[in-house]
């Protein structure tokens, strides 16, 4: 069976769709001729028809604007955002417009935002970021965030089918350092949106995270079982909202544990959230106080190696582990 890398999953993935679909519309900076910041798009453009891929003008609120207006009049529009740092630039086209257009109307806009995200790769303040806790509030908004690269598939095929809009979270540190086998017979799950998965079964600790930072999660998981014995169950959240809180309750049930993980700002970041409904729901089971980690408080820094202290590490997850299983 092929291998692809988490970026050709996701191309593979938009032009099947796109070719099944001739109302989907493909939005962006330098996506039709150029390819896109990380030739996401390249050559996409020659399967399609002509007015199916857009290349825009350097404005992130024009782009969802256009998106909106695009969905009004029945197209599906997929945005790509260069990087998600930019998101921002279209705070309120997002968060005022978008998000509360079905309370407004009762009518879907069925927009998949894609947003590259994340650091690890020394590109700095501007274009490091994971942006995704100024939208949780946002109600009417679902978030996703694919590691790997089979979810990488489901969850954009998810994003599509919905009918209403998804923030797609990809990691680009990912893109073509996450190869993985596909299956070109296998049906890839298209109703994944609130469904978390268990990524390493454990009894001691339930570590919750996502994203690219899953693979530092397994890496402690495995590290910390091979040399004291500890035994993490880590759950990849796939789904930020809906969030699987039924997943994350059964799991702390079972650990009294939990520790929860992410590459955003531990200040404001979506730990605090699911620590508070951990302790709403499961407060009687739990063994030990309930733990997060996240990037330091403070800009991303160009250098690899200051950047590394600003991110969450392996060694800081076992350090956080090993503290709390003795607790």
Same mark, same amino acid.
């Given at each position: 069976?092929? @291998?692809? =890398?988490?970026? $050709?999953? *996701?191309?593979?993935? #938009?032009? /099947?769709?796109?070719?099944?679909?001739?109302? %989907?519309?493909?939005?962006?900076?330098?996506?039709?001729?150029?390819?896109?910041?990380?030739?996401?798009?390249?050559?996409?453009?020659? @399967?399609? =028809?002509?007015? $199916?891929? *857009?290349?825009?003008? #350097?404005? /992130?609120?024009?782009?969802?604007?256009?998106? %909106?207006?695009?969905?009004?009049?029945?197209?599906?529009?997929?945005?790509?955002?260069?990087?998600?740092?930019?998101?921002?630039?279209?705070?309120?086209?997002?968060?005022?417009?978008?998000?509360?257009?079905?309370?407004?109307?009762?009518?879907?806009?069925?927009?998949?935002?894609?947003?590259?995200?994340?650091?690890?790769?020394?590109?700095?303040?501007?274009?490091?970021?994971?942006?995704?806790?100024?939208?949780?509030?946002?109600?009417?908004?679902?978030?996703?965030?694919?590691?790997?690269?089979?979810?990488?598939?489901?969850?954009?095929?998810?994003?599509?089918?919905?009918?209403?809009?998804?923030?797609?979270?990809?990691?680009?540190?990912?893109?073509?350092?996450?190869?993985?086998?596909?299956?070109?017979?296998?049906?890839?799950?298209?109703?994944?949106?609130?469904?978390?998965?268990?990524?390493?079964?454990?009894?001691?600790?339930?570590?919750?995270?996502?994203?690219?930072?899953?693979?530092?999660?397994?890496?402690?998981?495995?590290?910390?079982?091979?040399?004291?014995?500890?035994?993490?169950?880590?759950?990849?959240?796939?789904?930020?909202?809906?969030?699987?809180?039924?997943?994350?309750?059964?799991?702390?049930?079972?650990?009294?544990?939990?520790?929860?993980?992410?590459?955003?700002?531990?200040?404001?970041?979506?730990?605090?959230?699911?620590?508070?409904?951990?302790?709403?729901?499961?407060?009687?089971?739990?063994?030990?106080?309930?733990?997060?980690?996240?990037?330091?408080?403070?800009?991303?820094?160009?250098?690899?190696?200051?950047?590394?202290?600003?991110?969450?590490?392996?060694?800081?997850?076992?350090?956080?582990?090993?503290?709390?299983?003795?607790?």
């Amino acid at each position: 069976m092929p @291998h692809i =890398t988490y970026l $050709q999953a *996701i191309q593979a993935t #938009i032009l /099947e769709e796109m070719k099944k679909k001739p109302q %989907i519309i493909l939005l962006g900076q330098d996506i039709k001729t150029y390819g896109g910041a990380f030739k996401l798009t390249d050559n996409l453009a020659k @399967h399609l =028809t002509p007015n $199916q891929i *857009i290349d825009s003008p #350097i404005s /992130e609120t024009g782009m969802i604007g256009t998106a %909106i207006g695009a969905a009004i009049t029945g197209l599906h529009p997929i945005v790509e955002i260069q990087f998600a740092d930019f998101l921002s630039c279209s705070f309120n086209q997002i968060t005022n417009l978008l998000a509360k257009f079905y309370f407004r109307t009762s009518k879907t806009l069925p927009i998949v935002i894609r947003a590259p995200a994340g650091g690890g790769l020394g590109l700095g303040p501007f274009h490091s970021q994971n942006p995704e806790p100024y939208y949780l509030p946002s109600a009417g908004i679902k978030i996703v965030c694919p590691s790997t690269v089979g979810d990488a598939i489901s969850l954009l095929k998810a994003a599509l089918h919905d009918g209403g809009p998804v923030i797609l979270i990809e990691y680009k540190k990912l893109y073509r350092n996450l190869k993985d086998e596909v299956h070109p017979d296998e049906s890839y799950q298209e109703d994944m949106l609130g469904k978390a998965c268990i990524r390493r079964a454990g009894s001691d600790i339930t570590l919750i995270t996502f994203g690219q930072l899953c693979n530092s999660a397994l890496e402690a998981a495995e590290q910390l079982y091979s040399e004291q014995g500890i035994s993490l169950e880590v759950i990849d959240l796939r789904s930020l909202v809906p969030l699987d809180i039924i997943t994350i309750t059964n799991s702390v049930k079972k650990t009294g544990k939990a520790i929860v993980v992410h590459e955003s700002p531990e200040s404001g970041g979506i730990g605090g959230e699911i620590c508070a409904r951990i302790n709403e729901c499961v407060f009687e089971f739990l063994d030990g106080p309930l733990l997060r980690i996240g990037a330091k408080n403070c800009p991303i820094p160009y250098n690899p190696e200051l950047e590394k202290l600003v991110l969450p590490s392996v060694s800081e997850i076992c350090k956080a582990a090993v503290w709390l299983a003795r607790y």
